[in-house]
T-cell receptor, first 115, second 114 residues
């Protein structure tokens, strides 16, 4: 069974640009979570999508946004990039209301570098 | 609100020695608790989890953890460290069976000396 996949693995942008990160959940999983792992700040929750709806949002500015597609894959968009957005962005998936919702399985991450 | 405290950002043990990584949590609801491991330049891998039932939980790679409600702890142990255990370990708490975000501790980096 394939795990959570993320693309691209690395992304280099300059300040003010936009970044788009993609995530495909494990087959059968309907919930997708996004976390930011920045140096010195640990793992911070960004967004939770389930069945195409945004269910919860962490303490991040509105320039962090995303969506979930009908096939349950997800996209994270970061607008007006700032230097401090440089981080590893991790996507996780879990079963939705049909099963074990509490266990999240993580992808390998996208490393974003903002210059 | 939920929070996790991991005591010791760095732990160093000799190969073959006991591994003990400490995790204390705070939760206003019965917690679901997790340990994840992160190898360099990789994502998080689930080691084990506690939801309900048996308080001693066994995971992959010989790790286990015990949920102690009275001490609000969920420490991770392994009887004998292996060089391949060198990684960063994260304790996390979740709100329960309905899903939603995990709250992570700051992580403990484990070094294993030959």
């Amino acid at each position: 069974e394939a795990g959570v996949t993320q693309s691209p693995t690395h992304l280099i942008k300059t300040r003010g640009q936009q970044a788009t990160l993609r995530c495909s959940p494990i087959s059968g999983h309907t919930s997708v979570y996004w976390y930011q792992q920045a140096l010195g700040l640990g793992l911070q929750f960004l967004l939770w999508y389930d069945e195409g709806e945004e269910r919860n949002r962490g303490n991040f500015p509105p320039r962090f946004s995303g969506r979930q597609f009908p096939n349950y894959s997800s996209e994270l968009n970061v607008n007006a990039l700032e230097l401090e957005d440089s981080a590893l962005y991790l996507c996780a998936s879990s079963l939705g209301t049909s099963g074990d919702q509490e266990t999240q399985y993580f992808g390998p991450g996208t490393r974003l570098l903002v210059l | 609100a939920q929070s996790v405290t991991q005591l010791g950002s760095h732990v160093s043990v000799s190969e073959g020695a006991l591994v003990l990584l400490r995790c204390n949590y705070s939760s206003s609801v019965p917690p679901y608790l997790f340990w994840y491991v992160q190898y360099p330049n990789q994502g998080l891998q689930l080691l084990l989890k506690y939801t309900t039932g048996a308080t001693l939980v066994k995971g992959i790679n010989g790790f286990e953890a015990e949920f102690k409600k009275s001490e609000t702890s969920f420490h991770l142990t392994k009887p004998s460290a292996h060089m391949s255990d060198a990684a960063e370990y994260f304790c996390a708490v979740g709100p329960g069976s309905s899903g939603d975000k995990l709250t992570f501790g700051t992580g403990t980096r484990l070094a294993v000396r030959p």
